[in-house]
């Protein structure tokens, strides 16, 4: 029991310290591909003969958030304004305790996740991550300003009403799977087919709730800056923003790993990978096929956001409550239908 105790810290550790250097390096590769979509050349300075192409520039702005001077105003809500930065980074990294990072089950080498075998897992990352909604309400009324104010107002109101289509577009897949364990989801693409291929319109309207949920473009509307200044966070400065920049690049590695997991096959790629191969070398290439799928979707979603325009706030609600919604109930009534039609039969 103290080995399996020290090897869950010892992950914990890992996950934290690696999710924060990815972290520092996903907004170098966004200023490069933004630089790329905008034809200019982008972070190119901070770097040496030996580090090229500017990779030094996430320490820069690292060292950059941690020395500049924390502003805290006089006329805030002090507690609830320092609580709320912690929230939303707390919330975003929970999270990733039952995400799996390669292949989980007891033949296996090593379990790559910190809480293997939750079988409620899909819940538990929509609840732990729906709670980043209370940090940005209290950062908008504890910062005492009618602009913040407005941005929390915004960001509650969407967040709410993306959450309903966000999760009934994955409700499909754990009726195929009939599991919501993460894990078991993969095993049965692996064992029948991806879940792109059979929830199509389950796979879209998570895509599009996801890019809401995390306050990416064209759905940064709580921030917006032409109406309000900058949204929630006009009145933070130094790590206190930084927080919430961590916050919104984690909500981003969290949707596109449930993405990859859920609608891409996970760590399976046909006639390559398969759930009896327990050997060490296919589990780190597994670890590798879902870390690229990841990878390949925060690409998409940079490349959304450099290239799509900012919805109006009044179109945002008309896509959630008159579009969103009544899709993703559709999808649910047509898969349970067809579910039961196929386990009446067999």
């Known amino acids: 029991m103290p080995w399996e105790l020290i090897g869950t810290l ?26 790329y979509a905008q034809d200019r050349i982008g972070p190119n300075r901070a770097g040496s003969p030996i580090v090229p192409f500017g990779l030094l520039q996430p320490i820069a702005d690292g060292a950059k958030m941690l020395l500049k001077e924390d502003v805290i105003p006089g006329y805030v809500s002090r507690p609830v304004y320092i609580l709320a930065p912690l929230i939303a980074i707390v919330a975003a990294i929970i999270g990733f305790a039952v995400v799996p990072f390669g292949p989980v089950g007891p033949d296996q080498w090593m379990n790559f996740q910190i809480a293997p075998n939750v079988n409620i897992g899909i819940l538990y990352v929509f609840a ?13 009324w504890a910062s005492n300003n009618k602009y913040a104010f407005l941005g929390g107002l915004r960001s509650s109101a969407q967040l709410i009403s993306y959450e309903i289509p966000l999760g009934m577009s994955i409700l499909g897949m754990v009726l195929i799977a009939g599991s919501m364990d993460l894990s078991t989801i993969i095993n049965w693409q692996s064992r029948h087919t991806w879940g792109i291929v059979v929830q199509p319109l ?31 966070h006009t009145e933070y400065s130094a790590m206190k923003f930084g927080m919430f920049f961590l916050g919104e690049y984690l909500h981003v590695i969290t949707v596109s790993y449930l ?10 790629i046909p006639f390559l990978t398969s759930p009896e191969q327990t050997w060490w070398p296919t589990s780190l290439l597994k670890m590798v096929i879902l870390m690229s799928k990841v990878m390949a979707m925060i690409l998409i979603i940079m490349w959304v956001r450099w290239t799509l325009p900012r919805f109006r706030y009044d179109q945002l609600m008309d896509l959630a409550w008159k579009s969103m919604i009544p899709l993703s109930i559709v999808n649910l009534v047509a898969t349970s239908g067809i579910v039961q039609l196929i386990y009446s039969a067999s």
């Not at 996801?210 to 709580?222: K, W």
């Open 10 to 35: 010892v992950k914990i550790l890992l996950v934290v310290n690696i999710a924060m250097g990815v972290v520092a390096y996903l907004i170098y590769i966004e200023r490069k591909v933004a630089a």
């Open 128 to 140: 732990v991550g729906s709670l980043a909604v209370y940090g940005v309400i209290l950062a908008g």
């Open 202 to 232: 389950g796979f879209l309207l998570f895509l599009v709730s996801g890019f809401a949920e995390t306050n990416r473009l064209p759905f940064d509307l709580p921030e917006s800056e032409q109406e309000l200044v900058g949204g929630f």
């Open 259 to 268: 993405i990859a997991i859920l609608f891409l096959g996970g760590w399976h």
